[in-house]
């Protein structure tokens, strides 16, 4: 109990009590807020074992956290100048900078560092990723984003960058990257790349909150942001028919539409109007373009898997993307068939050896009867694959093939 709820904590709040104490004390302070932070969680996780967790687990962790950081100073006048505390407000602090995360975010693109850079900073600072989660998000490797991430957290300390929402004229050398940080944020937390959670709700929503806040800055508003906050929707809209029992993964044709969130739905087409009102398409305007097909659609059968093959079509003269080519054979497959699906992936997909080209292969080649194959492929996927539900999927598959 008291280590889902500080896991809850430590992916939903962490960004933004960093960023909280990141404004109070500076940037040339990160580790040692950081260190901070961890050692309020490692109370926390001994204190609430003995007592109860208390009702705002953020509030205590941030007291802690101060705490901790007031002796830091106080042992080391010379060092810093404490600025005035205020040890009865942190809970109100929590309530009344609802934009720190965004802040956090801002700053952490900042144009001296490079796009990764950014990216790595902000899932790590923000998102509170771990650095192996980071490095299969951004298919990289593992000591690829420890350098990276140390000689950002460098430049980002030398330079003191100020946790501040640059003026307009500054807003669009971030902001493609800040809604790429969002981006991501809400793609790890919809299909996880490792761990036993088939989905985590809560970073989901807090990309679509992140996102939402953006929004509310009118002149943050563009078509990019209007094409990702519609994807979200679109996507959000489907969690609760997307598991069972939030611990095995329903497939889209298997899914009850019935619990497909009719609000998020509406918002999702709302924000698609706004994005395609203006002529500058992105990653964003296909995504949501893809994912509003199968909204629209009133059963798995009756999908316009034509109409999707010509979104893929279009948007893949435009970019090159991996991850493209291989949920495109899916469309073949419906659109076109079995074969010429099969004939595609070989073409254009013989490079890839990640878990989703296995498993996407052996959907294929149970389409084609070609059982044995397609049993093959599944247990490659399964060898690949870290998430622990997305291995249950797959196993069962593998069952099924018996």
């Not at 042992?75 to 929590?94: A, G």
Request: aromatic residues 10%.
């Amino acid at each position: 109990m008291v280590q889902e709820k500080l896991d809850h904590w430590f992916r939903h709040e962490y960004g933004r009590v960093l960023s909280i104490f990141i404004s109070k004390y500076g940037t040339t302070q990160i580790e040692i807020i950081e260190d901070a932070i961890h050692d309020a969680l490692h109370k926390a996780m001994l204190v609430w074992g003995y007592k109860h967790v208390p009702d705002n687990p953020s509030a205590w962790i941030y007291r802690a956290t101060q705490n901790k950081l007031i002796d830091h100073f106080r042992k080391k006048p010379l060092e810093y100048v404490l600025p005035e505390i205020r040890d009865d407000k942190s809970e109100n602090d929590l309530n009344e900078i609802s934009d720190e995360t965004l802040k956090l975010i801002f700053a952490c693109c900042h144009p001296k560092l490079k796009e990764q850079e950014s990216i790595i900073l902000c899932l790590k600072f923000a998102a509170g990723f771990g650095l192996k989660e980071i490095s299969r998000t951004l298919f990289i490797s593992y000591e690829a984003t420890k350098k990276k991430f140390q000689r950002a957290k460098d430049h980002f300390k030398t330079h003191n960058l100020s946790l501040e929402i640059p003026p307009n004229t500054l807003l669009k050398e971030r902001l493609d990257s800040v809604l790429k940080v969002i981006f991501l944020l809400f793609t790890e937390g919809y299909r996880p790349t490792d761990g036993d959670q088939i989905l985590k709700e809560d970073l989901c929503y807090e990309a679509l909150r992140i996102a939402m806040t953006l929004y509310s800055h009118e002149n943050l508003r563009n078509s990019k942001l209007y094409a990702l906050i519609s994807l979200m929707c679109f996507k959000s809209a489907r969690i609760e028919a997307r598991t069972f029992g939030g611990k095995e993964f329903i497939r889209l044709r298997d899914q009850n539409r019935d619990l497909w969130s009719k609000e998020l739905i509406s918002e999702g087409n709302r924000f698609l109007a706004l994005a395609f009102k203006e002529e500058n398409q992105s990653e964003y305007h296909f995504h949501t373009a893809v994912e509003s097909q199968y909204i629209i659609a009133k059963s798995f059968e009756n999908t316009n898997w034509q109409g999707l093959l010509n979104i893929y079509n279009y948007w893949r003269k435009i970019t090159q993307n991996p991850s493209l080519e291989l949920n495109r054979i899916v469309v073949v497959m419906h659109a076109l068939g079995p074969e010429k699906a099969m004939e595609e992936l070989d073409t254009n997909c013989s490079g890839h050896d990640g878990h989703l080209f296995f498993a996407i292969k052996g959907e294929v080649l149970i389409k084609l009867r070609k059982w044995n194959e397609a049993k093959i492929c599944f247990k490659e996927a399964l060898e690949i694959s870290k998430n622990k539900a997305e291995r249950i999927h797959l196993e069962y598959m593998i069952k099924s093939l018996n």
